[in-house]
């Protein structure tokens, strides 16, 4: 039995990266899973791989008219939402002296207003059922500052408090709402020039387990967050960062790797 046997399972930006991750595993964990993404080629492909418990969606996150479109069509085909992953995301390095007005809306609309969307769309037809699970994926970067990230940091510390206020007018009846805060992953986000696993992995040597982390473990994180396994977990926040935010790890000390 998978973990998610007859769920009916959104990923938004479910196509590529951590979402197309989370859409394989929860499809192999027995989820009817939809792709929500704007990559239309590379959805209906990956659709059509995992077979026919999985169906694509044209989804831009900041449109309520397509949320409300694609909510209606999984009910009519699926005949409910059980769970919601927000995972579509958009990253941009750049200062705050050199961040437009049109830069940091652009990213808070897909990253914060695209998953406050999704809350609200899904939610009534859970709070109808008596249940349901939403996973709002947020980043270490939600949790502390980073130079070059104002508009990202910003949107996903947000996410921490759409997540925190959703928990609490939703908990009582019966969703559960949590976030996942990654690290870097190795996906096109934070390998954009496709390098080798262990040439991305030096950059990391401050990072605890000293390694980028793999999309396929962020997915595993949504998946525990989607099943009953949590069940008894709202609000909650999952970091998966291999100890990022712990601190840093200062090589040269005693019984650091080459000393």
Request: aromatic share 6%; no cysteine; hydrophobic share 45%.
């Amino acid at each position: 039995m998978g973990k998610l046997d007859g769920k009916v399972a959104i990923i938004t930006g479910g196509a590529r990266g951590m979402g197309e991750a989370t859409s394989r595993l929860f499809a192999a964990q027995g989820a009817k899973v939809a792709i929500a993404d704007v990559l239309e080629e590379r959805g209906q492909a990956l659709a059509e791989e995992l077979g026919a418990d999985a169906r694509y969606w044209k989804l831009d996150v900041t449109s309520e008219d397509e949320w409300a479109k694609v909510v209606a069509d999984v009910e009519a085909v699926w005949g409910r939402v059980d769970v919601l992953v927000n995972n579509a995301g958009v990253l941009l390095f750049k200062s705050i002296l050199e961040t437009t007005k049109a830069d940091y809306e652009r990213v808070l609309g897909v990253n914060l207003v695209g998953e406050f969307l999704g809350v609200r769309s899904v939610a009534p037809g859970m709070i109808a059922r008596g249940r349901g699970s939403i996973v709002n994926i947020s980043s270490v970067d939600g949790m502390k500052g980073a130079n070059s990230l104002v508009a990202y940091a910003s949107s996903k510390w947000g996410v921490r408090g759409l997540t925190k206020v959703a928990a609490m007018e939703l908990g009582h009846k019966g969703i559960r709402v949590n976030s996942v805060h990654p690290g870097g992953v190795d996906t096109v986000m934070s390998n954009h020039d496709n390098r080798a696993r262990s040439d991305v992995d030096k950059a990391y040597g401050e990072v605890p387990m000293q390694r980028i982390g793999g999309p396929e473990e962020v997915a595993a994180a949504s998946l525990f967050l989607a099943s009953d396994d949590s069940s008894y977990m709202n609000g909650a926040e999952l970091v998966v960062d291999g100890g990022m935010t712990v601190g840093t790890y200062y090589h040269g000390f005693p019984g650091a790797p080459g000393v």
